[in-house]
């Protein structure tokens, strides 16, 4: 199964925060962490994670806290995601050591490659811009999406 691990979840989470609230100063990894319910020991880790990226700046001081690095439209969901978790692998066929016992004979190898680069692509067209357009707008993935030929259910 494919699924975000925590740490992307609340990674994107405090980006989109970030982002509806431009004009707003920083916000606090404890502020995000309570309007959230994330734990706060790994929030602060993933904060600092994504300040390492480039993706945020901190800022120290009474009224410090976090403020995006880079225009959230430039931020897209697939390098937001490799920068906390690494690379997005679907099966081990497309990892560096691609091969396995059946791989000669394998007849899903090309179809599930297709699966991945579609993945991958749909991850690297949506930015937290389009995570904080609640109406539905292009750009943002519907309740129900193509990838590469599969319907796709978002709940």
């Known amino acids: 199964m494919l699924k975000l691990t925590k740490k992307a979840d609340y990674g994107l989470i405090s980006l989109k925060h970030l982002a509806l609230r431009p004009d707003r100063g920083a916000s606090s990894a404890k502020e995000m962490s309570e309007a959230y319910r994330i734990p706060l020991p790994i929030l ?3 904060l600092q994670r994504m300040v390492k990226e480039g993706f945020l700046l901190s800022e120290q001081g009474t009224n410090g806290g976090y403020r995006l690095a880079r225009d959230p439209a430039t931020i897209t969901t ?6 906390i978790d690494g690379p997005i692998i679907l099966t081990s066929c497309f990892t560096d050591h691609g091969d396995c016992d059946l791989s000669e004979n394998c007849t899903v190898r090309e179809p599930l490659r297709k699966v991945h ?3 991958l692509r749909l991850l ?3 930015t937290i811009s389009d995570l904080t357009d609640e109406t539905g707008t292009p750009g943002v993935l519907p309740p129900q999406a193509e990838i590469a030929g599969l319907t796709v259910l978002r709940s």
Do not use: Q
């Open 117 to 119: 680069e579609g993945i």
């Open 78 to 83: 697939l390098e937001v995601i490799r920068a």
């Open 124 to 126: 690297d067209s949506i």
């Open 44 to 46: 602060a880790k993933v």
